[in-house]
């Protein structure tokens, strides 16, 4: 039997956290003397002590702790620290991309965007649409794009595009359309023919991340204003180059279309 202060200093965990992993039962003495309420452990759970340290240093919650040191299947065991690893991944991303947008929000003198005014004419496209929370989009997004791909596949004439109304950014929930053209638009599952209105739009490309996009859209509805233009209607998106085309993001280009009339 090793001491709470023996076993804190073989395993490098203070005596105060193995008293917290104590009660929050995921390291249980092997022995606590009912007399003095002293804590002694066994040499063979210093290895049980390392895995906790270990997971703890990637953040695991205490609760998937205990799980993963429940769980008999090592299989089970080697899932659920890939899906927490998968997390630290996708929150890493999101880390990545929230300092690419500050460097560039930051920078003293960013360059002027390039901005295009275009006449788009009134189309019939295959589409999916829907009401969407805002932070149910990239799901909505993927679920939509896969079912527009298959009803369409090569007969698409264009990239995919998108029409989202105001009140998605307003109020965090609004209308969705998200299209691919061709010349005959299927009618099959949450695919069907939608009528495209003509529409004046401001135009600039979007490089990068769509995460990064809120930068883009700031920059195009600050020339917008500055050119005496004014906002008529869903903001459209058309995605050029993405992750179907190259694995690389600083390739991948998004197209922002802002609905736009002179005034005056």
Same mark, same amino acid.
């Given at each position: 039997?090793?001491?709470?202060?023996?076993? !804190?200093?073989? +395993?490098?965990?203070?005596?105060?956290?193995?008293?917290r992993?104590?009660?929050?039962?995921?390291?249980?003495?092997?022995?606590?003397d009912?007399?003095?309420?002293?804590?002694?452990?066994?040499?063979?759970?210093?290895p049980?002590?390392?895995?906790?340290?270990?997971?703890?240093?990637?953040?695991?919650?205490?609760?998937?702790v205990?799980r993963?040191?429940?769980?008999?299947?090592?299989?089970?065991?080697?899932?659920?620290?890939?899906?927490?690893?998968?997390?630290?991944?996708?929150?890493?991303?999101?880390?990545?991309?929230?300092?690419?947008?500050?460097?560039?929000?930051?920078?003293p003198d960013?360059?002027?965007?390039?901005?295009?005014?275009?006449?788009?004419p009134?189309?019939?496209?295959?589409? /999916?649409?829907?009401?969407?929370?805002?932070?149910?989009?990239a !799901?909505?997004?993927?679920?939509? +794009?896969?079912?527009?791909?298959?009803?369409?596949?090569?007969?698409?004439?264009?990239?995919?595009?998108? +029409?989202?109304?105001?009140?998605?950014?307003?109020?965090?929930?609004g209308?969705?359309?998200?299209?691919?053209?061709?010349?005959?638009?299927?009618?099959?599952?949450? /695919?069907h023919?939608?009528?495209?209105? !003509?529409?004046?739009?401001?135009v +600039?490309?979007?490089?990068g991340e769509?995460?990064?996009?809120?930068?883009?859209?700031?920059?195009?509805?600050?020339?917008?204003?500055e050119?005496?233009? !004014? /906002?008529?209607?869903?903001?459209?998106?058309?995605?050029l180059?993405?992750?179907r085309?190259?694995?690389?993001?600083?390739?991948?280009?998004?197209?922002?279309?802002?609905p736009?009339?002179?005034?005056g």
């Amino acid at each position: 039997m090793l001491t709470i202060g023996e076993f !804190s200093q073989l +395993t490098h965990l203070s005596v105060r956290t193995l008293r917290r992993y104590h009660e929050a039962t995921l390291l249980e003495p092997a022995v606590v003397d009912e007399a003095t309420g002293y804590r002694y452990y066994g040499v063979d759970q210093i290895p049980t002590a390392q895995v906790i340290n270990r997971l703890r240093e990637l953040d695991v919650p205490l609760n998937d702790v205990r799980r993963i040191l429940r769980t008999p299947d090592p299989e089970v065991r080697a899932t659920l620290v890939a899906d927490h690893l998968q997390r630290l991944e996708d929150e890493l991303d999101r880390t990545r991309t929230a300092v690419v947008s500050l460097r560039r929000l930051l920078r003293p003198d960013p360059a002027p965007i390039d901005v295009e005014l275009r006449a788009e004419p009134a189309r019939t496209v295959a589409a /999916v649409e829907g009401v969407v929370g805002h932070h149910d989009v990239a !799901s909505w997004f993927a679920g939509a +794009t896969a079912e527009l791909e298959a009803a369409v596949g090569a007969a698409a004439s264009g990239p995919l595009g998108g +029409t989202y109304d105001n009140a998605l950014f307003q109020k965090e929930r609004g209308h969705a359309l998200l299209y691919l053209p061709t010349a005959a638009p299927p009618r099959t599952g949450r /695919v069907h023919p939608a009528d495209l209105p !003509s529409a004046e739009l401001a135009v +600039t490309i979007h490089v990068g991340e769509h995460d990064g996009v809120e930068v883009t859209y700031g920059e195009l509805g600050a020339w917008v204003v500055e050119n005496a233009m !004014s /906002v008529a209607g869903p903001v459209r998106e058309r995605y050029l180059v993405g992750p179907r085309d190259t694995p690389d993001p600083a390739a991948w280009r998004t197209e922002i279309g802002w609905p736009v009339f002179r005034v005056g």
